[in-house]
């Protein structure tokens, strides 16, 4: 487990968790990021501008991390074709579940939804058969 950091990881999702708390005190809004994104394709009146500013400050905190160092994903070295196959398999996934893994995992659980409880079951326990294949035998 050469990358797992616990502090950062407990941070990070303690500022999920607030920020979708926040979001759904103030406005009740899911911060369910495929509601968010899909809402800015098909605008609704009244819905666009605050989605709009929730995608602008997602992309905007890429350049607000960066003078604490913290280290994304190098998504430049892998081959575009992966990338464009993991794009489309979790845009599936999120058609097939009807909402992505931060509508469930963060407000769904939240709520004690039983949809979201068995997505959020699923998805991480191919989440954990993923790493094991490929830590054991390369593969994925």
Known sequence: MENFTP????????LLGLSASLLMLFSGKVAGISGIIGGLLAPQKGEFT???????GMVGSLFLLK????????LVS???VYIILAGLLVGFGTRLGNGCTSGHGIIG?????KRSIAATSVFMIVAALVVLLRQQFGVL
């Open 7 to 14: 502090w950062s990881a407990l941070a990070g999702g303690a």
């Open 50 to 56: 605050w989605r709009l500013a929730f995608a602008v």
């Open 67 to 74: 003078p604490f160092s913290i280290d994304l994903p190098d």
């Open 78 to 80: 892998q081959p575009s």
């Open 109 to 113: 659980l939240g709520r004690f939804s």
